[in-house]
């Protein structure tokens, strides 16, 4: 039988379960995909061996059915969703390993019985590649199988590579082919033995004696493999005796001789590992002769560009050569004789050319360590003599690298180590070698080692808990074992950027070896001391899952109701003038908090025209100010384009009722920017509410206003204090009496300060709620004296902090990088976070859901405030006060978290203000992390570079950006993977050399540009690509398919893509990372449905179609998309529009209609086939027509509906008809219940032509809060009277700004 059919159903079963979509969690899907190589290897091997396979036949039908009946049973299951297809396709993957396993006893037998019946001798070469495909399997069962199950497993498939790399070394160099069968036949026989283990006993972890088996198994082929008898010692001895020598001479690299090489350092470690029996001075020399061998393995790989070969070797007899008499005697090694056959090895030895040394020197290594594996039997005069020999190999090793003129090692620019967060450092280190090809594949192996070297490290600073950031032995031991694993870092990254050979980065990692073996073997004294050090503090040493943090609601008003209630009534009162208001009082003391419940209340919202609120803080711009308050007030930003902003602030205002909130003012200028601006003479009603600690800025601002009132806004009461503590901490519940009392001294010491409560109770909420803990808390607390200075509050904060886990940290400190009271996009954050390596990635988790989960507990721990929240209680963006601000610059700037460069920053001891800022001079970062103020670096010829900066961001206001700097980006800051500009104009071309910086992850431009250069496409590393383009359209090349690691990918203004290539097979085109995707141009109908389907696993997509032969484009959207904004520009309906009915995937959750011109009654579809839409907002036009009809039962899982700027007329409900009264009164209490059931908010704008609201609403029982805005007054009446009617209490406070 021909193994064709096999391979086929084989090969096209591995093809299914690599699919992209496939995205199953559970252990099934790979541990098929590890069955299914284990039988590829077996008919592999099979088909190779033998020829006459007719006692097979049987056993390969057997596996081919198995395959065919996979195949047709997943094939289907994959055309589904991922949500319906990942339970069938896991309980098919079962069933398929249940299969698999049954034939495993017969595939066991097969293969001795295959390799006993075999009559003619085995190939070498094809040896060979049967171990390799088989070290393959058993590197695979590693990954997963419990490590801790088969300990001996990872130590073995060392001892077969060795075996591999030996055969392929002397494969083609062995002149004697007896010897070569020997060594042959001898490999065959380990390897025939070894592809068993996987098919021995099913594998089956609980079996206790099939593991007992498996251990005792790989013991055995160890021995076997370990050159420790006379038989293998002359098996191995005997073919390396009988080599060629080169006859050529060639500058190319010897990867045969590397592998051989490598595997004799693993010998070496073999020997030290029994170092209770050698000499001291044997220990040195080996570790030594380690070190020295690396140099070795790194020239055959790679050598040095200037190496050229010498021609003034005299040409030597190969049979009269020294190294062939020292052969000779090895091959009798084991007769009884004494002479001992490195007696005579002395004399300087004449080669060709180098590669002929290192070969040389290579064989008699391993003669040399192939020697002490007899050390039982090893008299000491001999042990003498060897070791002679050993100090002589190292000599001659050193001589040849002399003689090569070997080039200084890479050193390490001058940093400052990052001192939290070292775990996470050494995890993205490892996953940068996973992560790479190429050139880093030769040192891959080199640089695990010192991977695995820090792993080893960093538990000691694992297990010494708190205590490492108390002890100062401890941090400088960290601070050596950080600096050797930076310099890994460097070499390998160095490179990958293609700078320099791969020899001269191996030296560097040589050093960076020996490095990590000194500073381990500190490390192991020190450890035998720290069990007198005092015991470990261990502090949070697990991170919550999402669903056990408890957000802290900051926005609790405990006290200050009648505040508030007088507050609205000022503001909201029949006053004509325009009025200011301030509310005053000391840091922390809640005066943001109140503003906002204010400014959120739907009584105020819906009193004013317009409405806004901007945060001012100490450091402001007034530009900036007036182009935040005229982005608060439209919505968007608008293009100013050197107009006058406060002339355009006045036109937006004049004739309006409008509520200005500013705060956080701490002088008058701040406001008079803003008076400038303001209708003075209009009787409309208008308010300004500013917060300020100051009573003077307070006093100054309400001077000059006839109508105005100052709030002094008073600390909590004690037993108010105690009130919001305990509701913050235990939310509906009660706190335990046991706790009560020191939950109230808790309270307490808070002083009444709304912020210091919060930073409490995130404290203890999210800890074991116990006496101990609690009284822990206190004392902390007692050494805290909170009153009016911030520094108090600061203590607080070190407290939450010092309570965090280290990445949690490195996560909380990253808010230092925005701009002082920036609002922080979370999904920007999230992939800042990823791609600074600062997310942990957590089984059945993506990083995005991990990072989410790290936000949500720094929001509960109340360190960071959640500023716009969706429907569904998402947070889309967050802020950090002032105070936390501050202390995470201060604490990043101790632990060399970040370095900032902007107006009140000095570096170098050089002042860049005034005349002298201007003075050309250059610095050098020394820090991982660099932010520069645009402002700053716009206005100074300052050339900064970074050698070792990883990340870039450029922070402060938006500006232009000099042409000089933009240009010296790649020169200067070659090993970045984040780079941020989206604070500058970079204008009108993308910037030249970013295509070079190879290592990116994250990548946002803001410019003028109208492309982007088809260079893009060498970012193979690129996970975030954002353009905001300032001209509008920017036109995307075809290279942007090629950015297969692509998960987000942002284009403000609209990306245009050229027409796809139908000749190109789709399959190498696909971007199946892509998570998100805004805002590609749908132009053509074919096109667009093309550029769709190559996005299998879109999730968020904003798209714009333009109308083409009057109708939309086709949209074959991806069937997980879970968010859809899908926007349309029309100026008028064409006659004979052509309405193509959209189909929308199940999936969707989240729908954005604009300008699309649709009928109503396709709402109505979607309201019937999308039953897990939670948001839909309708806006400019997005309907076409006077009348809405919705029926009850659609859209039942609806949380937020938003019409905006629509035609809109009469909106009704389907009533039925009147046909028995008491069967009408059940439908209408029928419709009561299925109309909107979930529906919570609604937002109505615009809609000038609608009067009146269904008032079946009334029956909403989830509706909360509508609100009416320039819309028609009978409209506002008409939400009002249904709220009115609402017969539950309706929460008229939402926790903050809320979107979706």
């Not at 290897?41 to 020829?51: D, G, N, Q, S, V």
């Not at 105690?722 to 913050?728: D, P, Q, S, V, Y």
Request: net charge neutral; with cysteine; glycine share 4%.
């Amino acid at each position: 039988m021909a193994y064709t059919g096999v391979n086929y159903s084989l090969n096209h079963l591995v093809r299914l379960l690599s699919t992209p979509v496939l995205t199953s969690s559970k252990e099934s899907i790979p541990m098929l995909k590890l069955e299914l190589g284990f039988l590829r290897t077996f008919l592999w091997w099979t088909a190779k061996h033998c020829r006459e396979n007719g006692n097979l036949e049987a056993l390969l039908l057997q596996i081919e059915v198995v395959a065919r009946n996979a195949v047709s049973h997943i094939q289907p299951i994959l055309l589904k969703s991922v949500e319906d297809s990942a339970k069938e396709l896991d309980q098919r993957s079962a069933e398929v390993l249940h299969h698999v396993q049954l034939l495993k006893p017969e595939i066991e037998k097969a293969y001795i019985k295959v390799a006993k019946s075999s009559t003619h001798a085995p190939d070498a070469l094809m040896v060979v590649e049967f171990m390799n495909s088989l070290i393959d399997n058993l590197k695979d069962l590693l990954r997963y199988r419990d490590p801790s199950t088969f300990s001996e497993l990872r130590p073995f498939i060392t001892k077969l590579r060795f075996l591999r790399n030996l055969l392929s070394f002397v494969a083609t160099r062995c002149i004697d082919q007896e010897k070569l069968k020997d060594l042959t036949n001898h490999t065959e026989g380990i390897a025939i033995e070894a592809a068993c283990i996987p098919f021995m006993c099913a594998f089956d972890p609980k079996d206790g004696n099939s593991t007992t088996s498996i251990k005792d198994k790989l013991t055995e082929l160890t021995w076997k493999i370990k050159p420790s008898t006379p038989d293998i010692r002359r098996i191995y001895m005997g073919v390396l005796g009988a080599l060629s020598l080169l006859t050529t001479e060639t500058d190319i690299s010897d990867p045969d001789l590397a592998s051989f090489i490598d595997s004799l350092q693993d010998c070496l470690v073999d020997l030290q590992d029994n170092q209770q029996i050698w000499m001291d001075s044997l220990k040195v020399n080996f570790e030594v002769l380690h070190h020295e061998l690396t140099f070795l393995s790194s020239f055959a790989k790679d050598p040095p560009n200037q190496f050229i070969e010498s021609d003034k070797s005299e040409s030597d007899d190969p049979k009269a050569d020294p190294i062939q008499v020292l052969l000779g005697k090895i091959r009798d090694w084991s007769s009884t004789s004494d002479a001992h056959p490195f007696k005579d090895y002395t004399e300087s030895l004449t080669f060709k050319g180098q590669f002929t040394h290192i070969q040389d020197l290579a064989v008699k290594v391993g003669c040399t360590i192939f020697f002490f594996f007899d050390f039982n039997e090893l008299e000491e005069h001999k042990l003498v003599e060897a070791e002679t020999t050993l100090v002589d190999l190292i000599k001659k090793i050193k001589l040849l690298k002399s003689e090569i003129k070997v080039p200084i090692p890479l050193t390490l620019p001058e940093v400052n180590i990052i001192r939290i967060d070292y775990l996470g450092f050494i995890r993205n280190f490892r996953e940068l070698l996973d992560q790479q090809a190429g050139p880093v594949n030769y040192l891959k192996r080199r640089a695990l080692g010192i991977a695995d070297e820090l792993e080893h490290l960093s538990s000691l600073l694992k297990n010494c808990g708190e205590n490492f950031h108390e002890h100062e032995k401890l941090r400088n031991l960290a601070t050596q074992i950080m600096t050797a694993a930076y310099r890994a870092e460097y070499v390998i990254e160095s490179l990958l950027l293609r700078d320099g050979t791969v020899f001269n980065h191996s030296l560097s990692l040589i050093d960076a070896v020996g490095e990590m073996k000194r500073i381990r073997r500190e490390v192991m004294v020190f450890d035998q001391k720290m069990s007198y050090v005092t015991e470990p503090k261990v502090v949070n040493l697990t991170m919550p899952s999402r669903g056990m943090i408890n957000v802290a609601k900051q926005e609790e008003l405990v006290g200050f109701t009648d505040e508030r209630d007088r507050l609205i009534d000022q503001l909201t009162r029949r006053s004509s003038p325009l009025s200011v208001i301030a509310i005053v009082g000391m840091s922390g003391v809640g005066k943001t908090t109140l503003a906002k419940r204010v400014y959120n209340d739907p009584g105020v919202s819906n009193h004013f025209d317009i409405c806004a609120f901007v945060t001012v803080s100490r450091v402001y711009d007034s530009r900036e100010l007036l182009l935040e308050i005229l982005h608060a007030i439209t919505g968007h930003n608008d293009k100013v384009d050197g107009r006058d902003l406060s002339e355009m602030l006045h036109e937006r205002l004049h004739g309006k009722g409008f509520l200005i909130v500013m705060d956080d003012v701490w002088d008058a200028e701040a406001y008079n920017v803003l008076s400038a601006s303001l209708p003075r003479d209009e009787n409309t009603g208008s308010r300004i509410l500013l917060t300020t600690r100051s009573d003077d800025v307070a006093k100054d601002v309400t001077a000059g206003f006839e109508l105005h009132d100052i709030h002094h806004l008073r600390p909590l009461e004690e037993a108010e204090s105690w009130i919001l503590l305990e509701k913050m901490i235990f939310q509906q519940e009660s706190c335990p009496p046991k706790l009560k009392e020191l939950g109230m001294q808790l309270s307490k010491k808070t002083k009444g300060l709304p912020f210091a409560i919060i930073l409490v109770a995130g404290i203890l909420a999210n800890a074991e709620k116990t006496a101990e803990h609690w009284t822990e808390v206190q004392e902390s607390l007692d050494q805290t004296k909170i009153g009016s200075n911030d520094q108090d509050l600061s203590s607080i904060i070190g407290m939450s902090y010092q309570g965090l886990l280290d990445c949690l940290r490195h996560c909380f400190l990253y808010f230092g990088a925005f701009p002082q009271d920036d609002e922080i996009l979370t999904s920007k954050l999230i992939r800042l976070w990823i791609a600074e390596g600062l997310i942990q990635q957590t089984e059945g988790k993506s990083l995005e859901d991990v990072a989410v989960d790290y936000l949500m507990f720094l929001i509960g721990r109340g360190l960071i405030m959640a500023e716009q929240k969706s429907s569904k209680d998402r947070v889309k963006s967050c802020r950090v006060r002032d105070l936390i601000h501050e202390f995470c610059l201060a604490k990043a700037k101790q632990e060399n978290v970040y370095r900032l460069m902007d107006e009140v920053s000095t570096v170098d001891g050089f002042d860049h203000h005034g005349a002298d800022s201007n003075i050309p001079f250059s610095v050098t970062c020394d820090h991982r992390r660099l932010l520069i103020s645009s402002n700053w670096w716009a206005n100074t010829s300052l050339e900064v570079s970074g050698p070792l900066v990883r990340s870039l961001v450029i922070t402060g206001r938006r500006s232009d950006f000099p042409r000089s700097h933009v240009s010296s980006l790649y020169h200067n800051f070659k090993l970045l993977r984040v780079l941020d500009l989206g604070r500058v104009n970079v204008a009108n071309d993308f910037p030249v050399g970013l295509e070079n910086m190879n290592l990116l992850k994250y990548l946002e431009v803001r410019g003028e540009m109208t492309s982007v250069p088809s260079s893009i496409g060498s970012l193979q590393r690129l996970e975030t690509f954002v353009t905001i383009g300032l001209r509008g359209e920017v036109a995307l090349p075809d290279a942007i398919w090629n950015l297969r690691n692509l998960r987000h990918l942002r284009i403000d203004g609209g990306a245009s893509f050229g027409a796809p290539d139908y000749k190109q097979e789709i399959s190498g085109k696909l971007l199946s990372n892509l998570r998100t995707m805004s805002t590609p141009i749908l132009k053509y109908r074919e096109d667009s449905e093309e550029m769709l389907r190559r996005l299998p696993r879109l999730e968020k997509l904003k798209c714009i179609c333009l109308f083409q032969d009057k109708m939309l484009p086709r949209l074959n959207l991806p069937p997980q998309l879970v968010s859809l904004k899908l926007f349309s520009y029309s100026p008028a309906l064409f006659p004979d529009f052509y309405w193509r009915e959209l189909k929308f995937p199940s999936s969707l959750r989240r729908l954005t209609l604009s300008g699309n011109r649709l009928p109503w009654h396709q709402i109505s579809i979607i309201g019937r086939q999308l039953h897990n839409l939670e948001v839909l907002k309708l806006q400019n036009n997005a309907i076409e027509g006077s009348r809405w009809v919705i029926k009850a039962g659609d859209f039942p899982r609806l949380n937020l509906l938003k019409l905006d700027t629509l035609d809109l007329e009469v909106w009704s409900v389907v009533v039925p008809e009147l046909i028995n009264p008491f069967k009408y009164i059940q439908e209408y209490v029928d419709i009561g219940k299925r109309l909107l059931p979930s529906l919570e908010r609604l937002e109505l704008q615009k809609c000038k032509k609608l009067k009146k609201l269904p008032a079946e609403l009334k029956k909403c029982k989830k509706l909360k809060e509508i609100k009416v805005k320039w819309c028609n007054p009978f409209l506002q009446h008409s939400a009002s009277r249904i709220m009115e009617k609402q017969y539950s209490a309706i929460d008229f406070s939402p926790s903050s700004s809320s979107s979706s």
